[in-house]
Structure formats: structure tokens, C-alpha cells
């Protein structure tokens, strides 16, 4: 690329995040104002609008920074480990061996296992008319009992309402009478 001018090659093991930048700082917007501080850094890539990677061989200058009269917050970040040759792992994956821990299902005892549809068993007669009374049919049962109490509390606003209904009436053609 003849036209562009060759990147920076600046070797600095400390990394610093920088924030509170003005909205859409530039790579040429942050290197002017590194070289106007007189600090040794490199932007290295943008973390978001506000937000960048600067690398130095240097510390950050003393004081407080300020970028156009705002000031801003910058972070010395700590240094990633690095993965030495004992890190790599070459060869086929080891198989797991099973944990005799109790657990019945990698031990090969599934109970369901042999289930099918035809060896099912049939209810019996005496199996087949129990009732049954579970968490379920005792949670139906009683809201048919609520059900119960309010068509009955219903039926009885309804009959006050029509002796009301005839009250109201009855007052209405007295006023009328009168």
C-alpha cells in the first residue's frame, strides 16, 4: 500500500483503558492529543465510542488528564498470562471414565430401559375404579367448592337485586302519585 503510511511499531507492555472520551474520539483525535501531553503511547484500538486502548513503555504523566477541559479516567491494565508450552495439550482426548459415585444412570441401571408398549401393565379391575386422590383432584374439588359458593353468593345478590329493583319502583310511582 504505497499511499499509506507505515503503523506505528511501538513496543510498550503496559496498556492502559482510556474512558470518558468525547463521543467518537479518532485514532488521529486521541494520537494528537497523546503527543500534546508528551507521552510516549500508541492508541491501539477503540472500545467503544468513548472508550479506548493506549499502549506505553512509559507511565501515564502525573495530575489529572483532561481532554478538552473534560477530564478523564485512565486505567493501567493488568498484564494477560501467558500460555507457556505446558499450556498445550497435543494428542488424542483422553476418554473419561465413569464415576462410581452412585449416579444410576452412567452405571447402565436405567430403569427405563426396557420399557415398551407391549410390556405395559394392564390395570386390573380393583386398580381401575380406586379413586384416586392426589394434588391435583384436591386442588379441583376445591374450586368446584369455590365455584359452588359464588354461583350460590350470585343468585342471592340476584334476588336482592329484584327486590330492590321492585323497591325502587314502587318509591318511583308514589313520587309520581303525589
Known amino acids: 500500500m504505497p499511499g499509506v503510511a507505515q503503523p506505528q511499531n511501538n513496543p510498550g507492555d503496559k496498556v492502559y483503558k482510556i474512558q470518558n472520551l468525547p463521543f467518537g474520539c479518532t485514532k488521529l483525535m486521541l494520537q494528537n492529543w497523546v503527543e500534546a501531553m508528551q507521552w510516549d503511547a500508541c492508541p491501539i484500538r477503540a472500545l467503544g465510542p468513548q472508550t479506548w486502548l493506549v499502549r506505553s513503555a512509559d507511565d501515564i504523566p ?3 488528564l483532561m481532554f ?3 477530564p478523564i479516567l485512565a486505567r493501567l491494565l493488568p498484564p494477560r498470562d501467558q500460555e507457556g508450552p ?7 482426548r483422553p476418554k473419561i471414565q465413569p464415576q462410581q459415585n452412585g449416579d444410576p444412570w452412567h452405571q447402565g441401571q436405567d430403569p427405563w430401559a426396557s420399557y415398551g408398549p407391549a410390556k ?3 390395570p386390573t379391575s380393583s386398580n381401575a375404579h380406586a379413586p384416586q386422590h392426589g394434588p391435583t383432584e384436591k386442588r379441583l374439588s376445591e374450586q368446584d367448592a369455590k365455584i359452588a359458593t359464588m354461583q350460590a353468593s350470585i343468585e342471592q345478590l340476584t334476588q336482592t337485586q329484584k327486590t330492590h329493583a321492585k323497591h325502587v319502583e314502587s318509591h318511583i310511582k308514589q313520587a309520581a302519585q303525589r
Open 68 to 70: 478538552n477541559s473534560s
Open 62 to 64: 502525573p495530575g489529572i
Open 120 to 122: 405395559a401393565a394392564m
Open 86 to 92: 505446558d499450556k498445550i495439550l497435543l494428542g488424542p
